[in-house]
């Protein structure tokens, strides 16, 4: 039994919330660099220029790359051999949460759905926990703006629709959601479980870092083929036009009740944040 | 090819009239801030016949929440909001004199010929890019609504904020028409 205290996980968590939002992953600038090559707009290659130094400043000046700093959404693996000592997990995370907006200047954006009054502190976090074998704990956090957010949808599809109507509805919301959610973006797909299940899927999917392959080798094709399809609709960086609309799309399957087909979008802006650390 | 193009607020009609969609603006001057729940007070105001708390003629109002301003600094990270939260008050402003917004993302039917009707004019910003035009942005000043925290009103004086124009005087719209000119057959 590995003892671990809860005040290192608050640590954890403030720190990646801050890195999170201020540095962009080396996979999205390297995704911005390789489409700038391919994109036929001139405004298009602009505002992928602009992206690029938009990551420069803010890591140059430590600011966030967005002002939408997100909901912070919490992965946290735990290893069944750790026991967390000195208080409540769940806590400690929201704590970690608390003190990295404060820390880092980042914008609080949790509020009442109804009153729509800001929290101020921009928790409670969304924690996803998992128990897996071993003595470790990975954490990963993925500030997550509204915008993009807003555009992503969970569906319960006829299986008989199948894999073409799959692509037909991935295909429709990215041309539906134009230029809200701040292309080019990155589609996470999850397809099969349950209703919850399928939209848990599709985030972790947005977590798969950019120009990695999917193993299965039959989604492998099918991310390729919506990735070419999506670039031919023409949104374009910043929706302006252009071939750049996605820089990738990311799958994650699981089987499925016989009478349900769950498909769930969830379309991560082109600030693809998030940050890991393993303790 | 897009022109690129140094504005001075407060805008006039001369300003706005020969802007068309895809060209690049540098706007220089004061523009104020508001989001939904701003705008809903800046509505209710109007309703009431009370002052706006700033001159709304020739006005650009640019929707943004900024996240907080790090020691030293004007401003935090301010990239453009989504601006259809603010199509359902947009018109009435437009009708009292606001002549310019900022944001991201399309508009309605209704502000599209609100914006032919009393020539103003709508710049998107890029999405996103919040370090990058927090550059531009030389003062923030909060003039109403400290309440709202990130939505409060702020006066800001920007120098060459880079903008497109994205909806103009004659109808044109270039999340559409963009859209249209780099689509490919399936
Ligand atoms: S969609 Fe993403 S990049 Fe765009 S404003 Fe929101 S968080 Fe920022």
């Known amino acids: ?279 | 090819m897009s022109r690129e193009i140094r504005l001075e607020t407060p805008l006039t009609d001369a300003d706005v009239i020969p802007l068309r969609i895809g060209d690049r603006v540098l706007l220089s001057g004061i523009i104020y801030t508001a989001r939904d729940a701003a705008h809903k007070r800046l509505i209710d105001l109007m309703d009431n016949n009370q002052p706006l708390p700033f001159d709304i003629q020739g006005a650009v109002i640019y929707y943004v929440g900024p996240a907080p301003a790090p020691p030293g600094k004007p401003i935090g990270s301010a990239g453009p909001t989504t601006s259809y939260r603010m199509d359902p008050f947009a018109p009435r402003l437009m009708a009292a004199g606001l002549k310019g917004m900022i944001g991201k993302g399309n508009r309605s039917q209704e502000v599209i010929e609100a914006i032919q009707k009393h020539k103003a004019i709508y710049f998107g910003a890029i999405g996103g890019a919040g370090a990058l035009i927090a550059k531009s942005i030389v003062s923030s000043e909060i003039i109403a609504y400290e309440d709202l925290g990130p939505e409060a009103i702020r006066r800001l004086e920007v120098r060459d904020l880079p903008l497109f124009v994205i909806n103009d005087t004659v109808g044109g719209d270039l999340y559409q028409e963009g859209m249209k000119r780099y689509a490919q057959a399936p």
């Open chain 1, 1 to 279: 039994m590995r003892e671990i205290p809860v005040s290192e996980i608050t640590e954890t968590v403030a720190r990646l919330c801050i890195e999170a939002n201020i540095d962009l992953g080396a996979d999205v600038e390297e995704a911005f660099r390789r489409m700038k090559e391919t994109e036929d707009s001139p405004t298009g290659k602009e505002v992928l220029d602009l992206l690029l130094k938009n990551a420069q400043i803010a890591r140059e000046e430590r600011m966030p790359i967005c002002q939408d700093t997100g909901l912070a959404v919490v992965f946290i693996d735990v290893g069944q051999d750790v026991h967390f000592t000195g208080g409540s997990l769940e806590e400690a995370i929201h704590e970690g949460v608390r003190q990295g907006y404060e820390k880092g200047y980042l914008r609080k954006s949790t509020c009442h759905p109804f009153t729509r009054k800001n929290l101020g502190d921009n928790t409670p976090a969304i924690i996803h926990t998992r128990i897996v074998p071993g003595d470790k704990v990975r954490i990963v956090v993925e500030p997550k703006g509204g915008g993009s957010e807003n555009m992503s949808r969970v569906v319960m599809l006829a299986p008989a629709e199948g894999i073409e109507g799959i692509k037909a509805y991935i295909l429709q919301r990215v041309k539906e959601s134009g230029s809200n959610p701040c292309p080019p973006i990155v589609v996470g797909v999850g397809i099969g479980g349950t209703f919850e299940r399928a939209a848990f899927l599709a985030k972790k999917a947005t977590l798969r870092p950019i120009g990695t392959k999917n193993p299965d080798p039959e989604l492998d094709a099918l991310e390729q083929e919506l990735l070419e399809k999506i670039n031919k609709i023409g949104i374009g960086p910043g929706g302006l036009g252009g071939r750049t609309t996605a820089l990738s799309v990311h799958i994650e399957m699981m089987p499925c009740h016989i009478a349900s087909l769950p498909l769930a979008v969830n379309i991560q802006c082109h600030a693809g944040r998030h940050k890991e650390a393993i303790l």
